[in-house]
């Protein structure tokens, strides 16, 4: 067993004890699960609680984060998951560019995988 000490409030100190790891073993999803709402599922945290992301409302995201921690697999995964909505818009800049995002192409409005001025990436977000 783990146990989290956590001060929640100044004075007042709670403590979770952890019996089972639920990041010990990674989560496998055999496809892609259909989105059931306006929210983006971003995984398990470390007292297994799936946590999402709301997206209603909001024009945009951004994925950043270390080469090779994964971020065009979830980013696929993510999009994947609301392409069968009509009501959902992709424009997809990878700056990066190369084959990575090519999956979402024919699904897009607007996709452009190669290296971008400031200028242009304003005129296609707007």
């Keep these: 067993p ?11 100190f709670e403590l979770q ?3 089972v790891d639920p990041l010990s073993s ?6 892609v699960p259909a989105a059931h709402s306006w929210s983006l599922s971003l995984g398990i945290d470390e007292m297994g609680v799936y946590q999402s992301l709301p997206l209603a409302n909001v024009s945009g995201v951004v994925v950043g984060g270390v080469p090779g921690s994964g971020k065009t697999a979830w980013l696929t995964s993510a999009l994947g998951s609301f392409g069968a909505s009509a009501a959902v818009q992709f424009a997809v800049i990878d700056g990066k560019g190369g084959q990575d ?4 192409r024919a699904r897009s409005c607007r996709f452009m995988n190669d290296d ?5 990436i304003a005129a296609i977000l707007n």
């Design 2 to 12: 783990n146990v989290v000490v956590t001060e929640p409030v100044p004075g007042v």
């Design 17 to 19: 004890l952890r019996i």
């Design 26 to 31: 990674p989560l496998e999803w055999s496809s």
């Design 101 to 104: 995002l090519e999956c979402l």
């Design 116 to 120: 971008l001025e400031l200028p242009e």
